[in-house]
């Protein structure tokens, strides 16, 4: 049969025609043959990989929303469960439950600035314990200030954390206080017609970094003719607390975001604030026998070279402020505070850390009370220890701690009942009236001082700034 032009018959000339061999093509032998089954084969494999992907798709989003519901789960069990609220409740103990009272009476407020995170609160006003803790127009603790500054004033600033603020005593009985108070007797004596006034800048747990920044953005705009810079050895770390104004507590965040962005997600996220939290507590968890304030790998200890460094740049700082203005600045050194037993070990660990503040001192020719003398219990604060002289006084007796106070409470008792009195006994008499008192004296006491320990500070601070010439 003769068979007509196909569409490929100008491809194979006039062989496509007549009696011709049968063109490859029809028997799937020819190259165009081959070229169709190709074809075929990526689509195939284009369908598959789309399916593939949309499977992936698929999964992911179900992952997410499986993510996101358990998220949301979390969240609300959180809020639901009051988690927060008990978290914080359960941590309430003796020893720190005077700090919970006055953090959750909320005194302090956040700001802005990323280094200082939170100031005392204008206007707030709390009593603990039958102290009664204020904070003036201006920010500081105390009575508010005169809109200008009278002629005749005098001002006394006292720059540092808790034990500059003055926890556990009032108001009146503060270092800054009781040392304006040992001026304004000199003035009056002198008649001289000038009248000094402290400022209380001190906020519980600033670090040196944070109290720059209340000197610059506050302490500045006081006035102040003299500055004291009341220095504890746990003022050297840069990580700092955040605060909650909800529930008033100061916290830990050590996860590695911005600080805006750390606030927002505690502020608006359960969970979030779940997850920091437990991250601080395993960060700080005591490992081979060391605190956490002696652990190199806890972000806020003392003994890392970075912390130090941080704060004496602070330190740097301050003076660089003080020295333009033409202000003097005197150091009141602290070294951490503990048992007198313990502070007079020679592997003491708080002894180097001490000696390196006061090399800093030192090497800026900052003039400084160093305590540490005191510490080992030397009521003039004259270090003895190396000469081997016994201690004449107790400074455990100054530490606020509940039980602390009761055990004394005992001795200075027994003291009454053979007809002595406590404060004029010797060291050794002292220590021997403890006996037969409670023993169960807290490992982890709130070291804070009474209204009568700031008062011996007070007493050899001023004997010092008066001998350079900073108070009459």
Same mark, same amino acid.
């Given at each position: =049969?003769?068979?007509?032009? +196909?569409? &490929? ?6 062989? #496509? ?38 499977? %992936?798709?698929? *999964? ?8 996101? *519901? ?18 914080? $409740? ?8 005077? !700090? ?18 939170? #100031?005392?609160?204008?206007? #707030? $006003? ?30 006394? %600033?006292?720059? +540092? ?6 926890? !556990? ?121 060391? @605190? ?7 972000? !806020? ?26 202000? @003097? ?7 951490? =505070? ?17 000696? !390196?503040?006061? *090399? ?7 003039? #400084? ?11 003039? *604060? ?8 016994? @201690? ?9 701690? $509940? ?39 807290? @490992? ?11 008062? &011996? ?7 010092? =700034?008066?001998?350079? +010439?900073?108070?009459?």
């Amino acid at each position: =049969m003769v068979r007509g032009p +196909g569409p &490929h018959a100008h491809e194979h000339g006039p062989d #496509a025609a007549g009696g011709g061999p049968t063109p490859a093509h029809e028997h799937g032998e020819g190259p165009e043959h081959a070229g169709h089954d190709h074809g075929f084969a990526d689509t195939v494999a284009a369908i598959g990989r789309t399916q593939r992907a949309r499977r %992936l798709r698929v *999964g992911l989003l179900a992952t997410l929303f499986a993510l996101a *519901g358990a998220t949301l789960a979390a969240e609300l069990g959180l809020r639901l469960t009051h988690a927060r609220e008990h978290d914080l $409740e359960r941590q309430v103990t003796r020893t720190n439950r005077r !700090w919970v009272a006055l953090t959750t009476a909320h005194l302090f407020e956040e700001v802005a600035d990323p280094v200082r995170r939170y #100031a005392l609160r204008p206007g #707030a $006003e709390a009593v603990v314990d039958g102290w009664r803790f204020r904070v003036s127009p201006q920010g500081t603790r105390g009575p508010a200030l005169p809109a200008a500054k009278p002629a005749n004033e005098r001002r006394l %600033l006292c720059l +540092g954390d808790s034990f500059a603020f003055g926890l !556990w005593c009032d108001e009146d009985e503060t270092v800054v206080a009781r040392l304006a108070a040992q001026a304004n007797a000199r003035e009056a004596e002198r008649k001289s017609g000038l009248a000094w006034r402290a400022l209380d800048l001190g906020v519980p747990g600033y670090h040196l970094g944070q109290t720059l920044r209340a000197f610059e953005q506050d302490g500045l705009a006081l006035e102040p003719d003299v500055v004291v810079l009341y220095y504890n050895t746990n003022d050297i770390e840069q990580s700092g607390f955040y605060y909650d104004e909800e529930l008033g507590l100061l916290r830990r965040d050590y996860l590695p975001l911005p600080v805006g962005l750390k606030r927002t997600l505690w502020r608006w996220s359960h969970l979030y604030g779940w997850i920091a939290a437990r991250l601080a507590r395993a960060v700080e968890r005591e490992e081979g026998g060391l @605190p956490p304030h002696l652990d190199p790998r806890v972000p !806020w200890a003392h003994v890392r070279a970075d912390n130090q460094a941080y704060a004496r740049a602070a330190l740097v700082r301050i003076q660089e402020l003080c020295r333009a203005r033409s202000v @003097p600045l005197f150091v009141i050194d602290q070294p951490l =505070m503990t048992y007198l037993g313990e502070t007079r070990k020679p592997d003491w660990p708080i002894a180097p850390l001490d000696a !390196w503040f006061r *090399g800093v001192c030192a090497e800026l020719g900052l003039p #400084a009370l160093h305590l540490i003398g005191w510490l080992h219990g030397y009521a003039d *604060g004259i270090d003895r220890l190396a000469e081997g002289a016994p @201690p004449d006084f107790l400074p455990d007796q100054y530490i606020a701690d $509940e039980e602390l106070q009761e055990v004394l409470a005992c001795a200075r008792g027994h003291a009454r009942d053979v007809g002595k009195v406590w404060d004029e006994l010797p060291y050794d008499q002292q220590l021997a009236l403890f006996a037969g008192c409670p023993t169960s004296i807290p @490992p982890n006491p709130d070291f804070h001082l009474t209204g009568a320990g700031y008062a &011996h500070i007070a007493r050899l601070a001023y004997a010092r =700034m008066q001998a350079e +010439g900073l108070l009459p």
